[in-house]
């Protein structure tokens, strides 16, 4: 067909192709849009879970440990 374009990674051709995505090894086209949506979706998810756990622990394991420690709230002690 006339919307078909040939390939170059794949060597065929695919209708209506948005691109090759090197990490899929595979050619992006109307009938795999979704599911390539949905991978970027998740791959985002996970890199930012990952760099927040990332900051948590650097936060967690290298602040200062000698921080003010207070009576424990028992506004009763002398």
């Not at 919307?3 to 995505?21: E, K, S, W």
């Not at 650097?58 to 000698?66: P, R």
Request: aromatic share 16%; glycine share 8%; hydrophobic share 40%.
């Amino acid at each position: 067909p006339m919307q078909a374009r040939h390939c170059q990674h794949c060597g065929a051709c695919i209708l209506n192709i948005d691109h090759h995505c090197p990490w899929s090894g595979k050619c992006i086209a109307d009938n795999n849009m979704q599911q390539f949506n949905y991978f970027l979706g998740i791959l985002c998810f996970e890199v930012y879970f990952m760099l927040g756990s990332f900051i948590y622990f650097w936060v967690a394991c290298y602040t200062a440990a000698d921080l003010p420690v207070g009576d424990g709230g028992n506004k009763n002690s002398k």
